[in-house]
């Protein structure tokens, strides 16, 4: 078959597609039309995830994702020969400096997490799709658990998950070991967050790091960028407030216009915090409004999972988070920062539990530097429930510091 006559996925969509409107078939997918647009005209390369929608939206029988597949497949051995993205590979060294640093030095996260005792499973029966589909949907169980219990909740089933994960991926080849790569990168970096949340900064750190390792490997710019700016909170959270700014500039960098708008706007909005800290009061204002800038276009139907939490509230919190941080310096955005946190509580979901211990931390501080220190105590009591009740040492920490600054103006 010559190149002219081999089937692509663009057009054998059309061809499913034939008389349905681009519209009916969003509607089925849960896409946008653009979306489907753009692939039907070559101008993206559909994920697994579309990929996968589109197929059983037009009946295709696994005939598109087949093809998906083959297209990156393709894509990834053109692009074999060359030097690796010298961005990401020089991110990459830089982080391993960072943690350097600013961490003493430990084992590698797979060596961490291999020291558990967990078993790891590596003769994985049935179809491998259906496989990797079911994994995912564990992945997804597994961030309700953490959003309702805490991160202690989950822990282990996590951190087993993801070593069944690294088990598979190390023994896949073509197609298969990328989409591996893909979720091991999102397994990885929840356990990342879960170690941290439990006040491992150090371990989470690697964690983080052989996760955007893998998403390097499986092509996923967005989960690279999230990674990294995971990272630079971290970073910030510890006091390293230069690096932590550094570090996020270069994710914002390597994002570009690549990298999901999703990703981009939360990490405009960590940005944002980091700059607050520094009191750089304009750039911060900056990120800011292109974080709610780029959240109208975040919920296009591709958003990944790991930054499926991004809402008007996540960036109600951070907007308060951030004038928190220069209320000493611009009192004037004092005001704006408390609305913005009042709004994030008033709007916060109810599913996320553990999450709700930030926000009531930041609108403890915000309310204590407008004075009313008896709602500030109140809300710090809550936080400090919150973040015990769901074994939070991050949130708990962050809470039992507005507590003491609440206590020392009373």
Same mark, same amino acid.
């Given at each position: @078959?010559?190149?002219?006559?081999?089937?692509?996925?663009?057009?054998?969509?059309?061809?499913?597609?034939? *008389?349905?409107?681009?519209?009916?078939?969003?509607? %089925?997918?849960?896409?946008?039309?653009?979306?489907?647009?753009?692939?039907?005209?070559?101008?993206?390369?559909?994920?697994?995830?579309?990929?996968?929608?589109?197929?059983?939206?037009?009946?295709? !029988?696994?005939?598109?994702?087949?093809?998906?597949?083959?297209?990156?497949?393709?894509?990834? $051995?053109?692009?074999?020969?060359?030097?690796?993205?010298?961005?990401?590979?020089?991110?990459?060294?830089?982080? !391993?400096?960072?943690?350097?640093?600013?961490?003493?030095?430990?084992?590698?996260?797979?060596?961490?997490?291999?020291?558990?005792?967990?078993?790891?499973?590596?003769?994985?029966?049935?179809?491998?799709? !259906?496989?990797?589909?079911?994994?995912?949907?564990?992945?997804?169980? =597994?961030?309700?658990?953490?959003?309702?219990?805490?991160?202690? &909740?989950?822990?282990?089933?996590?951190?087993?998950?993801?070593? *069944?994960?690294?088990?598979?991926?190390?023994?896949?080849?073509?197609?298969?070991?990328?989409?591996? &790569?893909?979720?091991?990168? !999102?397994?990885?970096?929840?356990?990342?967050?879960?170690?941290?949340?439990?006040? *491992?900064?150090?371990?989470?750190?690697?964690?983080?790091?052989?996760?955007?390792?893998?998403?390097?490997?499986?092509?996923?710019?967005?989960?690279?960028?999230?990674?990294?700016? *995971? @990272?630079?909170?971290?970073?910030?959270?510890?006091?390293?407030?230069?690096?932590?700014?550094?570090? +996020?500039?270069?994710?914002?960098?390597?994002?570009?216009?690549?990298?999901?708008?999703?990703?981009?706007?939360?990490?405009? +909005?960590?940005?944002?915090?980091? =700059?607050?800290?520094?009191?750089?009061?304009?750039?911060? %204002?900056?990120?800011?409004?292109?974080?709610?800038?780029?959240?109208?276009?975040?919920?296009?139907?591709?958003?990944?999972?790991?930054?499926?939490?991004?809402?008007?509230? $996540?960036?109600?919190?951070?907007?308060?988070?951030? @004038?928190?941080?220069?209320?000493?310096?611009?009192?004037?955005?004092?005001?704006?920062?408390?609305?913005?946190?009042?709004?994030?509580?008033?709007?916060?979901?109810?599913?996320?539990?553990?999450?709700?211990?930030?926000?009531?931390? &930041?609108? +403890?501080?915000?309310?204590?530097?407008?004075?009313?220190?008896? &709602?500030?105590?109140?809300?710090?009591?809550?936080?400090?429930?919150?973040?015990?009740?769901?074994?939070?040492?991050?949130?708990?920490?962050?809470?039992?510091? +507005?507590?003491?600054?609440?206590?020392?103006?009373?």
């Amino acid at each position: @078959m010559t190149p002219a006559d081999e089937v692509t996925f663009a057009a054998e969509l059309r061809r499913l597609r034939g *008389q349905l409107t681009l519209r009916a078939l969003a509607r %089925r997918a849960n896409c946008s039309k653009s979306i489907i647009s753009d692939l039907e005209h070559r101008r993206r390369t559909p994920t697994p995830r579309i990929a996968g929608a589109l197929d059983k939206a037009v009946g295709a !029988d696994g005939t598109l994702v087949a093809l998906a597949d083959a297209e990156r497949q393709r894509a990834s $051995e053109r692009a074999a020969p060359t030097a690796p993205d010298s961005a990401v590979d020089g991110l990459l060294r830089e982080w !391993d400096i960072v943690l350097r640093r600013n961490f003493l030095k430990g084992t590698s996260a797979a060596t961490a997490a291999l020291a558990t005792g967990l078993g790891i499973t590596t003769d994985l029966d049935g179809d491998s799709r !259906d496989l990797l589909h079911a994994h995912q949907d564990l992945r997804a169980v =597994h961030g309700r658990l953490d959003n309702l219990r805490g991160a202690q &909740a989950v822990y282990r089933q996590a951190v087993d998950h993801h070593q *069944q994960i690294l088990a598979w991926h190390a023994s896949a080849t073509g197609a298969e070991r990328q989409r591996l &790569a893909a979720l091991a990168s !999102d397994t990885g970096g929840f356990v990342g967050f879960l170690t941290y949340d439990l006040g *491992q900064a150090e371990l989470a750190a690697t964690h983080y790091r052989d996760a955007a390792a893998h998403a390097q490997e499986a092509g996923d710019v967005s989960s690279c960028t999230n990674l990294l700016g *995971q @990272m630079s909170r971290i970073l910030a959270d510890l006091g390293h407030y230069d690096r932590a700014l550094s570090l +996020a500039d270069r994710a914002l960098h390597l994002a570009g216009t690549r990298a999901h708008p999703a990703v981009r706007s939360w990490l405009h +909005a960590v940005r944002s915090h980091h =700059h607050g800290c520094l009191g750089a009061g304009p750039a911060a %204002r900056g990120d800011l409004g292109t974080a709610w800038t780029l959240l109208e276009r975040a919920d296009d139907g591709e958003k990944p999972p790991y930054i499926g939490y991004l809402s008007t509230a $996540e960036l109600n919190k951070w907007t308060g988070h951030t @004038m928190l941080r220069l209320a000493s310096t611009a009192p004037k955005l004092i005001p704006a920062g408390r609305a913005a946190l009042d709004e994030a509580r008033a709007d916060w979901p109810a599913a996320i539990v553990r999450g709700s211990a930030e926000v009531l931390s &930041a609108s +403890a501080g915000i309310y204590r530097v407008t004075g009313e220190l008896d &709602a500030a105590a109140g809300l710090a009591t809550r936080a400090v429930a919150v973040a015990t009740k769901t074994g939070s040492a991050r949130n708990l920490r962050a809470a039992l510091i +507005a507590q003491a600054l609440i206590s020392t103006d009373s």
